[in-house]
């Protein structure tokens, strides 16, 4: 029913800083959580972070806590993650996700998901 299509993503040096974006559209409501997730070749998908619907309880995983930030514009129907002090390690494909309900870091429990954009992080 919701339709999400990152973008942003791109090949940065270490230290350096990019901004995600994910846009929805179709059958949207007030009340989706949003969240990113991300993926290394040969590694199981991990949460990064994850926002409620109106902005005000955010969570991170701790490998990006401090450095990453994430949020939303629902006027626009997009999510943001700003993503600081880039190293190799974050290096991935990055997906974000959305679910009718409340904030979780599990991916299963999100029912929509965007196909991803590559971040690349050079030493």
């Known amino acids: 029913q919701v339709q999400l299509v990152e973008s942003g993503g791109g090949l940065v040096q270490a230290g350096g800083s990019l901004r995600l974006s994910c846009a929805a559209s179709?059958?949207?409501?007030?009340?989706?959580?949003m969240a990113w997730f991300r993926q290394a070749p040969g590694k199981e998908r991990e949460f990064v972070a994850t926002?409620?619907?109106?902005?005000?309880?955010?969570y991170y995983a701790d490998s990006v806590k401090g450095r990453f930030t994430i949020s939303r514009d629902n006027a626009k129907n997009t999510v943001y993650l700003q993503m600081n002090s880039l190293q190799p390690a974050d290096t991935a494909v990055y997906y974000c996700?959305?679910?009718?309900?409340?904030?979780?870091?599990?991916?299963?429990?999100?029912?929509?998901w965007g196909p991803g954009t590559q971040v690349t992080v050079s030493s």
């Open positions: 179709g059958r949207t409501y007030r009340s989706v959580t």
């Open positions: 926002i409620s619907w109106s902005g005000s309880s955010t």
């Open positions: 996700a959305s679910r009718q309900g409340g904030v979780t870091a599990t991916a299963p429990e999100f029912s929509s």
